[in-house]
């Protein structure tokens, strides 16, 4: 059994109980390590809250920038969106605090290290993975999968040891949010019938009622501007989520499906991370060759897939990053974006190496077109068929 462990600690219900639950029930010494990765507010307190619980070390990073370039842009590149839709909010901040808390393992001489995540959730498998890929030889402690508490009994242990909480027994949401955007989870929302109450929403508070546009500037895939106005990524992610979200669009309500084999209804609101979602793919449509995005497209929900299943370092996932990155080699513009109440909407995309060429698709008097071209063409693409229709094909009355 671990004598040190460094936990991931968001100074929430489950890693304020686990704190003082693995102190006297694991007799191990606890090093705490809150990571800033955009989250509104959660951090705040959380130093005396830690070491209130019995935390010997408290550490707090900000790690929004690092975020912001390691983790969501490679993801921006990629349109990787799992199942067609979520952007990956939680799945991504994960495999960062991995990495941190090993070098926090490392420097606090801790034989391992732990998180607040439950048995059945995503972010075990994340968590664990990752230290497995960058450090096999600490030990994995995970103290909500195994001391079966309920949500209900972790409050009333936090109120009977002075441990300071936000969650009360009436009002039982798990929010998990950073840059990315903010998943919500049960309460009431654990029906897949049941409509989200409008109290959990924040990015997405329909407050905007005039239409404005939004033009998101990208470099190789990432995006450098916005509205002509450069500056980090993370800033920008910051700022269209406070824009677009304004319109009361980037909502999602989706059951999808968890890697340890169940399904989970989820409420996700991202409108940042939609957005430049949406404006990427589109600028690809005129600056990726054909062929390359086609097979882009089929490889970017495999990409989603890896990074939900918590396999971000894993070599599959690290081949295809280079894969993706060659494919954004000529992925530089700016794409125009409608905002409306409730919609959001692509209106215009340009780009300097653009490979839409207007000689080539108009059918005014400019067009360079080489009409003739096309008979012989559309004769050798259609010869297999049309061998095959007069040998071995049926005819529809046979």
């Not at 304020?16 to 800033?36: D, F, T, Y």
């Not at 936000?166 to 009431?188: F, H, M, P, Q, V």
């Not at 059951?255 to 939609?274: D, F, M, Q, W």
Request: with cysteine.
């Amino acid at each position: 059994m671990a004598k040190k462990v460094v936990l991931a600690y968001s100074g929430g219900l489950d890693t304020s109980v686990a704190v003082r639950w693995m102190i006297e029930n694991l007799g191990c010494e606890v090093v705490c390590l809150s990571a800033n990765v955009g989250q509104e507010g959660t951090l705040e307190g959380n130093r005396e809250k830690a070491l209130g619980a019995g935390a010997s070390a408290y550490e707090e990073l900000d790690l929004r920038e690092e975020f912001a370039r390691d983790y969501l842009a490679p993801v921006i590149k990629a349109n990787a969106l799992y199942e067609g839709k979520y952007p990956l909010v939680s799945a991504l901040s994960r495999p960062l605090i991995v990495k941190h808390q090993v070098a926090m393992a490392r420097k606090y001489g801790a034989d391992g290290i732990a998180h607040g995540c439950t048995g059945k959730g995503n972010d075990q498998v994340r968590f664990e993975v990752s230290s497995m890929a960058l450090a096999p030889d600490l030990e994995l402690v995970a103290p909500v999968r195994n001391w079966g508490f309920t949500r209900e009994d972790s409050v009333a242990y936090a109120a009977a040891h002075n441990i300071a909480v936000s969650a009360t027994k009436e009002k039982l949401y798990s929010i998990d949010d950073n840059l990315w955007g903010r998943a919500i989870e049960c309460g009431e929302m654990e029906d897949p019938w049941a409509t989200p109450p409008d109290g959990v929403w924040q990015l997405t508070k329909r407050t905007a009622t005039e239409p404005c546009d939004v033009v998101i500037s990208f470099e190789r895939g990432v995006p450098v501007a916005v509205d002509g106005v450069a500056a980090p990524l993370w800033e920008l992610i910051v700022a269209l989520n406070e824009k677009v979200g304004s319109y009361g669009w980037g909502r999602l309500d989706m059951v999808e499906n968890r890697r340890v084999g169940i399904k989970s209804r989820e409420t996700y609101e991202a409108p940042g991370a939609l957005a430049i979602m949406l404006a990427h793919a589109d600028l690809e449509s005129i600056t990726v060759e054909r062929d390359l995005q086609r097979e882009k497209t089929r490889l970017e929900s495999r990409y989603a897939e890896l990074v939900y299943d918590g396999l971000w370092f894993s070599p599959l996932k690290l081949a295809l990053d280079s894969f993706i990155e060659e494919s954004q080699r000529f992925v530089t513009g700016e794409v125009r974006l409608r905002c409306e109440p409730g919609r959001v909407y692509v209106t215009g995309r340009r780009a300097p190496k653009s490979l839409y060429d207007y000689g080539l698709a108009t059918y005014d008097a400019a067009d360079r077109f080489r009409h003739a071209d096309s008979e012989g063409f559309v004769q050798l693409w259609g010869l297999s068929v049309k061998t095959w229709a007069s040998i071995q094909g049926t005819s529809p009355e046979a």
